[in-house]
């Protein structure tokens, strides 16, 4: 088991800032690639942003491109996602994932997630 423990969620207002962080445990979060997820109500959890295991290699989603920074710190086994500009449409439960591979194809990072997902943490961006 690798627990994962998102925080920082909450209510913030369209253009508001948010900084969601993940906890890991366990002693091979230093090898494994890191992904935020996230699903709105009614919806699929979709892929948000991900990071290898040496933070080299950074893969965001098209609709997040240029609000969204995923980093990490594999001293304190932490990963983080901050979160700029946000929009309604960025509302739902945002979800940390313990990587399989992030692998690179003519030029574009796939990202495989394991089983090993956090209980979430909601962000809710209303006026």
């Known amino acids: 088991q690798v627990p994962l423990v998102e925080s920082g969620g909450g209510l913030v207002q369209p253009g508001g800032s948010l900084r969601l962080s993940c906890a890991a445990s366990g002693n091979i979060f230093n090898i494994h690639p890191m992904g935020w997820f996230r699903q709105a109500p009614g919806k699929e959890r979709e892929f948000v942003a991900a990071?290898?295991?040496?933070?080299?290699?950074?893969k965001y989603e098209d609709s997040v491109k240029g609000r969204f920074t995923v980093s990490r710190d594999n001293a304190k086994r932490m990963v983080y996602l901050q979160m700029s500009n946000l929009k309604p449409e960025d509302t739902a439960a945002y979800f940390c994932n313990l990587g399989s591979a992030m692998l690179s194809r003519g030029g574009t990072y796939y990202y495989t997630p394991s089983a090993y997902w956090g209980p979430g943490t909601q962000v809710f961006v209303s006026s």
């Open positions: 990071i290898s295991s040496d933070g080299n290699q950074i």
